[in-house]
């Protein structure tokens, strides 16, 4: 052997120990969990996060991880920054581990059918949080949980119709809406038509995508301020308002008074600012779904029916409220 081919065959062999230590270390921790837990194999969870766009999914992240932890779960999570392409090879990975129970927020709600197709032939229940799909076929999920996005749209109008009584039309919204074809997008933006579309004073005359981020949100109120006068400000998450928020005070103006604003989510940030009266109403939507996420792993895994449907209950908080400096800490 000329001492080229030795290398060669001495870095192969070294690669192949590598690989199988770095098997055995996959394969022996949930091993080792199991025997600290009395013996019994640990449920694997694959967990596709969809990105870090907004306080609410960090926050939604966060109590993933700590559900997961207290529930004794081996949790895979996988952190698809805002692509379903990579959310997509996500649940591949998922699939190819056999893991035992998936669960994942899809960024929008087109173009699963193929890869939860492969999870369905392969056994593995599918629990979608935070955010739904839309599939030919129903069964490739086994649940969802999360929020009623519709309702939470509804809530934001019937605040605004409250807040508009004897002002006489017409009245201008803007709106600043979520990722585009997401679920909280098209259903929030639903909601809340529906309910303002029985007042003829309301014309929503602007409305764009700022895809949840706070940049964006930012970006595109410097150009509503730009093109439109507008007395409404309808953002569909916090992050969004926050950036908004920004933009109304460098153009001197007042939010809160000169532009009644509402927004979706509840994240600390915009709970001040309503307490500040720099917003007007927020609608809570709360990411804490770890506990039932694993409620649910649990059953799957054991092969139990669950409920199809599972939302999470939630309010208003509005300039009307008399208690608002007695909110607690909102943890996100
Ligand atoms: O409102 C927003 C986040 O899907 C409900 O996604 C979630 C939304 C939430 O980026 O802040």
């Known amino acids: 052997m000329n001492p080229k081919t030795r290398i060669k065959w001495l870095v192969s062999i070294l690669l192949l120990a590598l690989a199988a230590l770095g098997g055995l270390w996959f394969v022996t921790a949930p091993g080792r969990e199991a025997a600290q837990r009395g013996g019994e194999k640990p449920i694997i969870l694959g967990f596709a996060q969809l990105g870090s766009e907004s306080g609410w999914r960090i926050g939604n992240s966060r109590s993933v991880a700590q559900a997961a932890e207290k529930a004794g779960i081996q949790l895979m999570e996988r952190n698809a920054e805002q692509k379903q392409e990579n959310q997509i090879k996500a649940l591949r990975s998922f699939i190819a581990y056999q893991v035992d129970v998936i669960a994942f927020s899809p960024i929008v709600e087109d173009g699963w059918d193929n890869v939860l197709r492969e999870a369905k032939e392969a056994g593995i229940p599918v629990i979608c949080s935070d955010r739904s799909v839309n599939v030919e076929d129903d069964s490739l999920v086994a649940c969802f949980v ?4 519709y309702a939470e749209g509804q809530r934001a109008g019937q605040f605004l119709l409250r ?5 006489p039309g017409p009245i201008r919204v803007a709106e600043i809406s979520g990722t585009l074809d997401s679920t909280p997008q098209r259903d929030r933006a639903r909601g809340f038509r529906d309910v303002i579309a029985q007042d003829e004073r309301f014309e929503i005359v602007y409305s764009k995508s700022g895809d949840f981020l706070r940049s964006l949100g930012r970006e595109v109120m410097k150009d509503i301020l730009r093109s439109e ?68 792993a649990q059953k799957l895994a054991a092969g139990q029916e669950v409920p199809r449907l599972i939302y999470s209950e939630e309010e208003v908080f509005t300039e009307f409220d008399e208690d608002l400096l007695s909110i607690p800490p909102r943890g996100y």
């Open 229 to 296: 006068k507008i007395d409404v400000l309808y953002s569909h998450n916090d992050a969004m308002t926050l950036g908004a928020v920004e933009a109304i005070e460098e153009a001197g103006l007042a939010p809160g008074q000169d532009i009644v604003i509402i927004t979706v989510d509840g994240e600390q940030g915009a709970i001040d600012l309503l307490k500040q009266g720099r917003i007007n109403c927020v609608v809570e939507c709360t990411p804490m779904l770890g506990d039932l996420i694993m409620q649910l």
């Open 163 to 167: 807040k508009m009584e004897g002002v």
């Open 146 to 149: 999360g929020s009623d996005f």
